[in-house]
């Protein structure tokens, strides 16, 4: 009975350690946590309204709450203009019959991100995820369902990374006249 408390304290004692280890250098998990402030107060998404990439990203920024969402452009100091969205399947690997083992699965997407006067504040920048879809064809229906699941998987990945380039951009000084 007391070795099992004395082993249960240093179960404890040890995950404490590690909590704070992980703690102390910085650690989080992806998409928790502050994210770096945008480096302007309101922003424009020009995005189809039933765009899922586009819905996606009003959802994080609303939830990260250091830009305002507007709905016209000339009101916004940035626009965020989508030029490409797609994803792409392509087989990757064939069994000895000739059959797909396994799928390359492609999300890209390119945008740009210009102010109310069409000076552009981020050129043109491009995300592509990339995942490996095993396949099995007695599995038919798991594998499609496992490959919507990568997909929305992917479009968070994608929300993500646009996130992080957005709040890289350097705000332009004011002309001087």
């Known amino acids: 009975m007391k070795t ?31 994210q770096e402030p945008l480096p302007f107060k309101t922003l424009y ?3 189809a309204p039933e765009s ?27 626009i965020l203009e989508p030029l490409t969205d797609s994803r792409d399947k392509q087989v990757l690997s064939l069994n000895s019959q000739g059959r797909v083992r396994e799928f390359n699965l492609f999300y890209r997407f390119s ?22 879809l095993p ?3 007695n599995q038919a229906l798991a594998k499609e369902i496992e ?3 990568l997909y929305r998987e992917m479009q968070s990945d994608v929300v993500q990374q646009v996130l992080r380039r957005i709040s890289s951009i350097k705000p332009q000084p004011p002309a001087q006249g």
């Open 135 to 137: 396949y099995n064809e």
């Open 4 to 34: 099992a408390a004395i082993s249960h304290g240093r179960r404890l004692a040890a995950a404490a350690l590690v909590a704070g280890l992980l703690s102390g250098c910085g650690f989080h998990m992806r998409g928790s946590g502050p």
């Open 111 to 132: 945008f740009r991100v210009v102010d109310n006067a069409g000076h552009v504040l981020l050129p043109t920048s491009q995300v592509t995820v990339r995942r490996i």
């Open 147 to 149: 490959e919507a699941q």
């Open 45 to 47: 998404l020009a995005f």
């Open 52 to 78: 899922p990439l586009g819905v996606e990203l009003r959802r994080n920024l609303r939830a990260v709450n250091q830009v305002q969402l507007v709905d016209d452009r000339k009101a916004a100091e940035a």
